[in-house]
């Protein structure tokens, strides 16, 4: 079933070039995410209305909430995916300590979607620039506590995609979930969420390919997986970037619903609020057409939707 646009609203902030990376703080009751290529972090009370904003020092790809010794009230801050690597900020606004170096060149590739997983250890796959080849991989970090290793360093998990995208878990934490946007792919893995130990792949949902000479406006192309979220009974919405809507697939992979969007390459859900029933979703406007602009004028806002089911609250990188 396909809703109409107007159920959405947009946030009272700014425009994105590429707005990615969302989540809901439940500690903090603010919606985060990220502007790619305008190197900055957005929070936003949306009671008030009130954003901040704190550059970096390159493009981040994405950012999650974390958490000390993993006990709420411990210093927190964010796990942040930078163009070379993954730095921990202990505090909003704070210094930016490395994590663990990137394993790719920089100058070609950088650190795309990523998240923390439901035990605490934070994801990010990459984004190959020149797209000619699919170089991008996936991997993960380990840093909690209990982690015996000295110096945590970043873990292969997949590969053989172009850019990293879709990643997420299922509630029950035995499946991971991986996208790869140029070739319209959606992966999925069977997880063992203690060994960390990926299983049993599988095609979770082919997107037919963008049609030659297609341009935005025209009918018979219904854009490609980026980002995505579970809600509480597994079904996965993932963005789906030149087509102007989020689709809610469930378990298998079906369709359950077309949600049309106000903007044509929606990037990112993300479930928030006190229930956890409303839908954020970010959008971008970075190298598009003027005619697209115009009948999108919102584009690269973040916007939101009320569900009726409730997602996964966001998970948090332990350290």
């Given at each position: ?231 509480v009974e597994g079904n996965y919405y993932v963005a789906m970037y030149e087509g102007a809507r989020v689709l809610k697939l469930s378990p298998s992979g079906e369709v359950l ?44 806002r973040v916007f939101s939707l009320r569900v009726d089911t409730p997602g996964l609250p966001v998970n948090f990188f332990l350290d």
């Amino acid at each position: 079933m396909r809703t109409n646009g107007p159920n959405w609203q947009a946030l009272a902030a700014p425009p994105c070039e590429l707005g990615e990376s969302p989540f809901w703080h439940p500690d903090e009751q603010m919606l985060y995410w990220i502007d790619i290529p305008g190197r900055q972090i957005h929070r936003c009370n949306v009671f008030m209305g009130t954003v901040q904003s704190w550059g970096m020092p390159s493009d981040p790809g994405s950012i999650a909430p974390a958490r000390t010794g993993g006990h709420k009230g411990d210093a927190s801050g964010l796990v942040i995916a930078l163009r070379d690597g993954i730095y921990r900020a202990r505090q909003w606004g704070g210094a930016l300590q490395r994590l663990a170096a990137a394993e790719h060149d920089p100058a070609t590739t950088r650190f795309n979607d990523g998240k923390a997983d439901p035990m605490g250890r934070f994801w990010a796959g990459t984004m190959y620039e020149p797209r000619d080849r699919a170089d991008a991989k996936l991997y993960s970090l380990d840093c909690r506590p209990d982690n015996a290793v000295e110096m945590p360093s970043l873990e292969f998990k997949a590969g053989d995609a172009t850019i990293a995208n879709g990643l997420a878990w299922s509630p029950d934490a035995a499946t991971v979930y991986w996208a790869d946007t140029t070739a319209h792919i959606i992966r999925a893995w069977d997880w063992n969420a203690r060994s960390n130990a990926m299983g049993r792949g599988r095609v979770f949902r082919q997107f037919p390919g963008k049609p030659d000479g297609w341009q935005a406006g025209m009918p018979g192309y219904g854009g490609r997986p980026d980002g995505a979220a579970v809600d509480v009974e597994g079904n996965y919405y993932v963005a789906m970037y030149e087509g102007a809507r989020v689709l809610k697939l469930s378990p298998s992979g079906e369709v359950l619903a077309d949600l049309a969007v106000p903007a044509q390459c929606p990037t990112m859900p993300c479930f928030g609020g006190d229930d956890l029933k409303t839908l954020y979703l970010t959008t971008a406007r970075q190298n598009r057409p003027a005619a697209e602009l115009h009948a999108y004028p919102d584009s690269g806002r973040v916007f939101s939707l009320r569900v009726d089911t409730p997602g996964l609250p966001v998970n948090f990188f332990l350290d």
